[in-house]
């Protein structure tokens, strides 16, 4: 139980009416969630307005509303709170409830386009084996140290995360990777939190259905950074030409990354092979497991990130050597008669171009490569035909199938994809609208030593139909066919 006027601190409050010294037992910006003595925040979402459900908050039991207008009907003994920002209240609201947990641990938000999954990840890895007690927020999963929770959401709502971090306080862990989406940012729901640091990866075209033009894409990113302490570090790709952007209004102490120009981190690709890399960072040599140029600036980050926050540079190098790659990022398998099979997560042009790019420096060309792509429905439709031109260039053949169609017709899809597809590369092109069918025609196109990439959902094991979740696990759909087809 918590005091209203308590968890209103730091709140922007424009007018109050009723008493905010009453007690509530929870929070929360769903009215179906609302019980007796809560306190309902009409958030206004970009689907539905929390302002519409006053009422029925109400009429479930809520003794206070937060609000940004006041609702034409005030329900007598009820506290209504009018604030400037609905969305930047909750976030208030939830770290004040759950006793600022963020404050209680070191917290490190990684945003970009591409890149902020591996490096939570790896960052997490990488404590966990110096034997610290860490905590993940990413788009694959939550980890309380070692209690998993499936994530939902790139970036959490504020209750969400206030709830985790709270409980990893509770289990004594002292780091925590979070990764920041530009959806989270914009709707404020990092806006309370504490963060000791913050990484820029890169920036790249994405999200341009939420987003009306790039540029606010990309300042809402940097508003990540403009509102980090003093006390705070900024690490950002300096290669990506955003990443100057992402420094000029930080209070922070700024840090570069890079594998081209001069940086405070730098690294050389000295081996590129399918069993790993040979980097030499900051003047010191060492070999990793991961592949791919994404892959050297991945690590840079996670290196210079390491030392910040304390660890030895040897120290980090020696653990660096022995990180496992990402459920879902690069992951491949290689059959019984060698063809080698990678799944990635690659679901936007640029990475979809890394990965491609990555898969060409290390092949001899001897061998086919094949890659199956789709596009998500109801979701940024300018990639499309860009995606589909990158996979039609850089492959030896291209199979477009469906993605995650949601609420679109796939051949739509498939249709807008391939207009991006150059005249000279019809004849590498197949159109497949059933995803495991793709991947099974894939699997017999290929010959021995050829190489399939199945890009745009990596780690996700359900394929979104219609509004409904369908078990799908590329992977395992195409380590089960390889073993059918090439016994």
């Known amino acids: 139980m918590s005091i209203l006027k308590d968890i209103l601190y730091k709140v922007a409050i424009e007018a109050v009416k009723g008493s905010t010294d009453i007690a509530i037992d929870k929070m929360d910006f769903d009215s179906r969630k609302i019980e007796k003595n809560d306190v309902f925040i009409a958030v206004r979402g970009s689907i539905s307005d929390g302002h519409d459900y006053i009422e029925k908050a109400i009429q479930q039991g809520a003794v206070a509303i937060v609000c940004d207008t006041f609702p034409e009907t005030i329900t007598k003994g009820i506290t209504y709170v009018q604030v400037k920002d609905t969305n930047s209240a909750l976030a208030f609201m939830a770290a004040n409830y759950f006793g600022d947990p963020s404050e209680k641990l070191k917290l490190v938000g990684i945003t970009g386009t591409n890149g902020k ?17 860490v905590g993940l927020l990413s788009t694959v999963k939550i980890l309380v140290d070692v209690q998993e929770y499936k994530a939902t959401h790139t970036t959490p709502d504020s209750i969400t995360i ?8 509770e289990n004594g862990v002292e780091y925590c990777f979070m990764e920041v989406s530009s959806h989270g940012i914009h709707q404020k729901r990092t806006e309370a939190l504490h963060f000791v640091g913050g990484i820029f990866t890169n920036l790249s075209h994405d999200h341009l259905d939420y987003h009306p033009t790039f540029a606010e894409y990309r300042d809402v990113k940097k508003s990540f ?8 570090f900024v690490l950002v790709n300096i290669d990506d030409k955003n990443g100057p952007v992402m420094l000029q209004n930080t209070a922070a102490k700024k840090l570069t990354y890079a594998l081209k120009t001069y940086a405070d981190y730098k690294a050389q690709i000295l081996e590129n092979q399918l069993s790993g890399l040979l980097l030499k960072i900051n ?8 592949i791919g140029t994404f892959n050297a600036y991945n690590l840079l980050a996670i290196y210079g990130t390491a030392v910040q926050l304390g660890m030895e540079s040897l120290e980090v190098l020696r653990l660096l050597s022995d990180l496992e790659s990402v459920s879902g990022r690069f992951q491949f ?11 990635d997560y690659a679901h936007t042009p640029d990475a979809l171009e890394n990965v491609l790019k990555t898969i060409n420096d290390i092949r001899t060309k001897n061998e086919q490569l094949i890659t199956v792509v789709g596009c998500g429905g109801n979701r940024d439709k300018t990639k499309r035909p860009v995606m589909a031109g990158i996979a039609s260039d850089l492959s030896d053949k291209a199979i477009l199938t469906s993605d995650n169609p949601r609420n679109e017709a796939p051949e739509t899809i498939i249709s807008e994809m391939e207009q991006g597809v150059a005249p000279q590369n019809y004849k590498k092109l197949l159109t497949i609208t059933d995803r495991k069918q793709a991947i099974k025609t894939a699997c017999q196109l290929a010959q021995p030593n050829d190489i399939i990439l199945i890009a ?26 390889l073993e059918q087809l090439h016994k």
């Open 117 to 133: 999954t591996t490096i939570a990840s790896l960052l997490y890895q990488l404590f966990k084996k110096a034997g610290f007690k």
């Open 162 to 169: 206030n709830h985790y971090l709270k409980e990893m306080v």
């Open 225 to 232: 950074f403009d509102n980090l302490p003093k006390s705070a």
């Open 283 to 290: 003047g010191n040599e060492v070999w990793v497991k991961l």
């Open 333 to 343: 398998i290689v059959s019984a008669s060698n063809i080698t099979a990678i799944v």
């Open 456 to 481: 745009g959902k990596g780690h996700e094991t359900y394929q979104e139909i219609n509004g409904v979740r369908h078990d799908f696990d590329d992977m395992k759909i195409v380590k089960e066919i």
